[in-house]
């Protein structure tokens, strides 16, 4: 999977985590987008990095979208804390 299809990746991640952590965000929607992009690459490098579970190739990877899903929601609520509301 290439660069264009992390970031497609982290939006839509972006997207689910700010579902399931709904509230006002400091940086708004493009803050959001932004932490979802983010939380993708940061939770693929850490999920390859520390749990041995090598990036796949492939964006249909269930592995691969809860890494970024869950390095969405870490991010956000880092922002949220350092920020914001919460």
Sequence with gaps: MGIIGWI??????GA?????LPGRDPGGLF?????GVAGAFVGGWLS??????????QFFDAATWGA??????????VYR???GNL
């Design 48 to 57: 390859a990095k520390f749990l041995d579970k090598p990036i796949s190739n």
């Design 81 to 83: 804390i350092l920020f």
């Design 31 to 35: 803050g959001t987008t932004v932490i």
């Design 16 to 20: 689910i985590a700010k579902f399931l």
């Design 8 to 13: 497609v990746l982290g939006l839509l991640a």
């Design 68 to 77: 970024a899903i869950g390095g969405s929601l870490v991010l956000l609520i």
